[in-house]
């Protein structure tokens, strides 16, 4: 009987393992059941990782801190956990959701994250793994960069030549009481500076009107008028009332020209031609005129002593004239001109924008044939086609340096950005309003002292040519339009 009693235990306690297992079996099935339920549902937008690291480790070992780093997080904890013995900071690492998409991951280091300071040796696996992450890369192919302008909409728009003159100034070209102050009558400014600007630009005029640009009486009593071309902003939003600034701005110094076009790159060659206008009805008996840019230094004095003894009824251009100008085909180029926009190998000989001269004479044939001359979205080479089309050939002076000033090369450290190197040019591109200012006060400071100074450069021009020896004067062909072609170096201020 005992026997039978102490058999029936066993049996009994074997079942009871055996009844534990089963259920346990079924509880891990039942969950696994629910886990593929919940992945089929999408109700994993957030799920909770859960880690355990060992029973020696502390609870604050438990959570990952991170759900992508969960694993190297709690590896650290349990680090500074045996290091400093029992927790003492109540404050635990928060969860973060993880991504059904992403797996867990192993206990390797190397998956902390880069902006991650950890301790010992996992702040040199961090930095070894930065070293291996390759650079962010496209994951296609760029697309072909498109036209920067609407060629085929310009040629059907190019007959619209005609703009509206909002903002004028018809009393620009008046002088009362002559040049000298003797005579009461009306005169017309010796030379009239017209600078292009935008609306937004309004301390490159304010530097241009107190410095090179300003008005008044020079040597011998010859006077110069100043006027800036503008049309009317794009982008409207990027200025606000800009009109009223514009209107302001007039009314206080009575030299703002303003069109009805919009005041874009390729709306340059409106401007040139609206100007032309301008001066053949509202200015006609100007003598010379200076037309440039407004982030150019110019030396008025040297301009002036120049035109010493020029006939203002003849023809003259004179500025940094480009020979043998290849039309740019490259899509990402500013100057790209596409073949059915002008078919030639080769432009006019043109002006470079930054700053020319001209006499008034060729200014009022010029507002006449750039009405015969269909438009050109390059305003510098258009100028060229008109002038070509009434027979002037411009004439290049070393003087104007519309694109910079070129470092010697037997003497690369020049410092090109001297009051006595400037005080001996006409005109400089590519400055700064703090540069122009600064080079101004410079120039004009009487403790200035420059060794050796050549006076500047008067009629007939001189021309070096590469064998040193000097050709004719502007306008003769000769080595200048073979020198130009060449690549220089500029020096980027």
């Not at 009871?16 to 079996?25: Q, R, S």
């Not at 994993?44 to 502390?58: F, H, M, P, V």
């Not at 303003?258 to 031609?273: A, C, I, R, S, V």
């Not at 440039?292 to 040297?302: F, K, L, R, T």
Request: glycine letters at 8%; hydrophobic letters at 35%.
């Amino acid at each position: 009987m005992l026997r039978k009693v102490a058999m029936m235990r066993r049996m009994l306690h074997v079942k009871g393992d055996v009844m534990c297992t089963v259920l346990l079996l079924v509880l891990l099935c039942v969950l696994l059941y629910a886990q593929q339920v919940l992945l089929s549902s999408g109700w994993d937008r957030t799920t909770w990782r859960l880690e355990i690291q060992g029973s020696t480790s502390s609870s604050r070992t438990l959570l990952g801190a991170d759900g992508k780093t969960g694993t190297a997080t709690g590896a650290r904890a349990g680090q500074e956990a045996q290091a400093v013995g029992p927790p003492v900071d109540p404050q635990l690492p928060a969860c973060k959701p993880q991504s059904k998409s992403k797996a867990p991951k192993s206990k390797s280091k190397s998956h902390v994250k880069p902006n991650q300071t950890s301790k010992g040796k996992s702040k040199g696996k961090v930095k070894g793994s930065r070293k291996n992450v390759a650079p962010t890369k496209p994951a296609s192919n760029p697309l072909p960069t498109l036209p920067p302008f609407d060629f085929e909409g310009y040629l059907r728009e190019k007959d619209n030549r005609k703009f509206q003159l909002l903002i004028d100034q018809p009393e620009k070209c008046s002088i009362e009481g002559g040049e000298e102050g003797e005579r009461s009558s009306t005169t017309a400014p010796y030379m009239l500076i017209a600078v292009k600007s935008v609306a937004a630009d309004f301390d490159k005029r304010q530097v241009v009107r107190r410095t090179w640009g300003k008005e008044g009486l020079f040597q011998n009593g010859v006077s110069i008028r100043t006027v800036f071309l503008l049309g009317v902003p794009r982008n409207r939003s990027a200025l606000p009332l800009w009109d009223r600034l514009l209107a302001y701005e007039s009314d206080t110094f009575k030299d703002v020209l303003l069109w009805d076009f919009e005041d874009t790159f390729f709306n340059l060659t409106l401007k040139e031609t609206h100007f032309l206008e301008w001066v053949n009805t509202s200015c006609p008996d100007v003598r010379f005129i200076f037309k440039g840019d407004a982030d150019v230094y110019v030396n008025i004095e040297n301009i002036l002593e120049m035109l010493r003894g020029q006939k203002a009824d003849e023809d003259l251009f004179v500025g940094d004239i480009i020979f043998h100008a290849k039309p740019i085909r490259r899509r990402s180029s500013k100057y790209y001109v596409p073949e059915f926009m002008y078919g030639a190998g080769l432009y006019p000989s043109y002006a470079g924008g930054g700053g020319f001269v001209m006499s008034g004479h060729t200014a009022r044939r010029l507002s006449s044939a750039c009405q015969q001359v269909d438009l050109f979205p390059i305003d510098d080479v258009f100028l060229g086609m008109c002038l070509q089309q009434i027979g002037v050939k411009p004439s290049r002076h070393e003087g104007f340096r519309t694109f910079g000033i070129p470092r010697p090369s037997a003497a690369p450290h020049l410092q090109t950005f001297d009051p006595c190197f400037y005080r001996e040019l006409m005109v400089v591109h590519s400055l700064t309003v703090p540069q122009i200012w600064l080079m101004w006060n410079l120039l004009h400071d009487p403790k200035l002292s420059c060794h050796n100074r050549n006076s500047p450069t008067l009629w007939p021009f001189k021309w070096k040519g590469r064998g040193g020896g000097t050709t004719g004067p502007p306008g003769d062909t000769g080595e200048e339009e073979a020198d130009y072609g060449e690549k220089r170096v500029f020096v980027t201020h």
